[in-house]
């Protein structure tokens, strides 16, 4: 609400209050590696970390832990996290020793 007096007159504003989503209940859960890979960056807003940075993780290895807090007093929250990794793959490719192709000079014969 925003109020202005103009001389003897007074100006209200009213503006409706835009509240912010609230999230969906999601059940406790872990985090866990989709892939092989070597972690390059890791954002952890809820949960407890496993892993770190530079470090080489197999497929299905836990990344984030959905419990939190001390041995006594552990608490299931939804991990949430932002991890990159880095990954290789192998592939085989033939190519032929000898390949016959046009160049192009822009002259016309």
Known sequence: VGVDLKGTTI????VEKNEPEKEKYVSPRNI????????TRMF????QPMAA?????EKGQLLVSGL???EDHQQEVASKAEIYGET???SEVTV???TLFNVYTGKVR
């Open 96 to 98: 032929p020793l000898e």
């Open 44 to 47: 952890v807003q809820k949960g």
């Open 32 to 39: 866990v590696a989709k892939k092989k890979a070597t972690i």
């Open 11 to 14: 100006h209200m504003k009213v």
């Open 53 to 57: 940075i530079h470090d080489h993780v």
């Open 68 to 70: 939190i807090g001390s």
């Open 88 to 90: 290789w793959y192998r």
